[in-house]
């Protein structure tokens, strides 16, 4: 099973902008989905974006629709690009790998590590 690193987070004032990466040490194949939750602090983890690889269908959750996209970067590798970021949005992020385009984490079996992205006011 292909891990995953994510990576990009770092310390970011309100209204700006990040990127986070997300590399699979093997091949994404289409049918497969990247996904990024956010673990905010004192809080339960919850779904942020996901991408179906092959057709490239996408998934938002409310709270980020319009500010954030996910998208594949180069090879085996997806992207969070993140603008007008908020406060809120502070939170240990993760990608993960999976078959359902979905907002379940319960349906992602491989995880990264977590990169930390904070928001300051």
């Known amino acids: 099973q292909a891990q995953l690193a994510d990576t990009g987070g770092g310390l970011v004032e309100a209204g700006g902008s990040l990127t986070l990466s997300c590399a699979a040490s093997g091949r994404i194949f289409s049918s497969a989905v990247i996904a990024w939750f956010r673990r905010p602090p004192g809080k339960e983890r919850e779904f942020v974006a996901a991408i179906r690889w092959g057709v490239g269908r996408t998934l938002y959750a409310d709270s980020v629709k319009g500010r954030f996209t996910i998208s594949k970067g180069s090879v085996d590798t997806a992207s969070l690009h993140m603008n007008s970021l908020k406060p809120e949005d502070t939170a240990v992020y993760y990608c993960?790998?999976?078959?359902?385009?979905?907002?379940?984490?319960?349906?992602?079996?491989?995880w990264g590590q977590g990169t930390q992205v904070t928001v300051s006011s």
């Open positions: 993960a790998r999976g078959q359902d385009l979905t907002s379940a984490p319960s349906a992602f079996r491989t």
